[in-house]
């Protein structure tokens, strides 16, 4: 059964950071391009960053480059998330999400499974 469980969610004032992480039970890891997605209160889910299978191609959105990294360790089965210089627009709950196949990938319906999202809320 594959899971996906997104961790590291919280409060944070604006300008601070977190990490967010995503623990996946998917077989073989290794074989799954990873994403990030959010989605704030009354708006559609939106693409925010993507890592190939090895780790070795990124993609972000342009709203978060210079302020988000994403990785990802292999051997832990696990996708991170940093996000730096936080924005009060930032605030939403994000969802790990994971496709099959090797390289990046930005829609939705790419990603074939889904954890169930941290909540991110950044005061002004």
């Known amino acids: 059964q594959v899971q996906l469980v997104e961790s590291g969610g919280g409060l944070v004032q604006a300008g601070g950071s977190l990490r967010l992480s995503c623990a996946a039970s998917?077989?073989?890891?290794?074989?799954?391009?990873m994403g990030w997605f959010r989605q704030a209160p009354g708006k559609e889910r939106e693409f925010v960053a993507t890592i190939s299978s090895s780790g070795g191609r990124t993609y972000l959105v342009d709203s978060v480059k210079g302020r988000f990294t994403i990785s990802r360790d292999n051997a832990k089965n696990t996708v991170y998330l940093q996000m730096n210089s936080l924005k009060p627009e930032d605030t939403a709950v994000y969802y790990c999400a994971a496709g099959r196949g090797s390289v990046v990938r930005s829609t939705p319906r790419s990603y074939d499974y889904w954890g169930q999202g941290t909540q991110v809320t950044v005061s002004s």
């Open positions: 998917i077989g073989t890891f290794s074989s799954y391009y």
